[in-house]
């Protein structure tokens, strides 16, 4: 049987998910009551998310609260993802974007072979941009002059016209309903300049688009395809990322010409 987006969203199905796989129970309801508590005192998804990673970063290192349960993985996950980008386009004087910034996993990569203020984060959440600030003193790259900004949506607003080369944003679709991708996708083509790309990742499905708790999302590849087209934007799916050990797969959004 075939299940809607409003059936895997369900309560029902999410606690049947979680009785088919036993050793997931007990994280699944903890997190289900943590997100009762955050949700109740969030008016929006962002605020919402905003108060996920502050208990992250509370509760778990720096490193596990965007999704590295080492010190080693935190490692190797930023390197895979800063020499993807350099096998496929990304040269030091490249001005880069990265949304959803984080810690830093792969953004301290960046920074450090770019040249000198060619890399702009963005996060939406205050706690884990300190995390970012700590990262750059610890790499000594104080002399990159890296800019890290808070954030509350994804518009750009504050950003200039056709300056980025290269937008990146790893493991944040996994965890945006799909109006925030709307957003972003609404937006992005006025920062990028005519030959940039957009490289981001995304949980795919071969079903119906869900979600589970509001903080994974599952969308088919067609799904953010179609979006990004009703925008100005062509969509690449990246095969060669998905034949790697990353659980997520990958899209080049480019400018329509």
């Known amino acids: 049987m075939a299940f809607t987006q409003r059936q895997r969203s369900s309560l029902l199905f999410q606690v049947g998910h979680a009785m088919r796989h036993p050793s997931r129970i007990r994280p699944y309801l903890s997190r289900y009551a943590r997100d009762l508590v955050l949700r109740a005192?969030?008016?929006?998804?962002?605020?919402?998310?905003?108060?996920?990673?502050?208990?992250?970063v509370a509760d778990k290192s720096p490193f596990d609260a965007v999704g590295s349960p080492s010190h080693g993985h935190w490692?190797?996950?930023?390197?895979?993802?800063?020499?993807?980008?350099?096998?496929?386009?990304?040269?030091?004087?490249?001005?880069?974007?990265?949304?959803?910034?984080?810690?830093?996993?792969?953004?301290?990569?960046?920074?450090?072979?770019?040249?000198?203020?060619r890399y702009h984060g963005v996060d939406i959440s205050p706690d884990i941009l300190l995390a970012a600030s700590d990262t750059v003193v610890q790499y000594?790259?104080?002399?990159?002059?890296?800019?890290?900004?808070?954030?509350?949506?994804?518009?750009?607003?504050?950003?200039?016209?056709?300056?980025?080369?290269?937008?990146?944003?790893?493991?944040?679709?996994?965890?945006?309903?799909?109006?925030?991708?709307?957003?972003?996708?609404?937006?992005?083509?006025?920062?990028?300049?005519?030959?940039?790309f957009f490289d981001l990742t995304f949980d795919r499905t071969e079903r119906a688009d869900h979600q589970v708790l509001q903080e994974d999302f599952y969308y088919r590849t067609d799904t953010l395809t179609a979006l990004a087209e009703a925008h100005g934007l062509k969509a690449l799916f990246m095969d060669d990322w998905e034949a790697g050990p990353s659980p997520h797969s990958k899209l080049r959004l480019t400018v329509a010409n």
């Open 140 to 196: 000594g790259l104080q002399d990159k002059l890296p800019h890290l900004t808070l954030v509350a949506d994804l518009t750009f607003s504050s950003l200039p016209d056709a300056h980025f080369d290269v937008v990146h944003a790893h493991s944040v679709f996994n965890h945006t309903p799909i109006e925030v991708i709307d957003e972003c996708f609404a937006h992005v083509g006025r920062i990028m300049r005519p030959d940039a």
């Open 41 to 56: 005192g969030a008016p929006d998804h962002v605020a919402y998310y905003r108060e996920v990673m502050r208990a992250e």
């Open 75 to 117: 490692l190797r996950n930023g390197r895979r993802q800063f020499d993807y980008l350099r096998a496929h386009g990304l040269l030091p004087g490249h001005s880069v974007l990265e949304i959803g910034c984080g810690n830093l996993r792969a953004g301290w990569r960046l920074i450090r072979y770019l040249d000198a203020g």
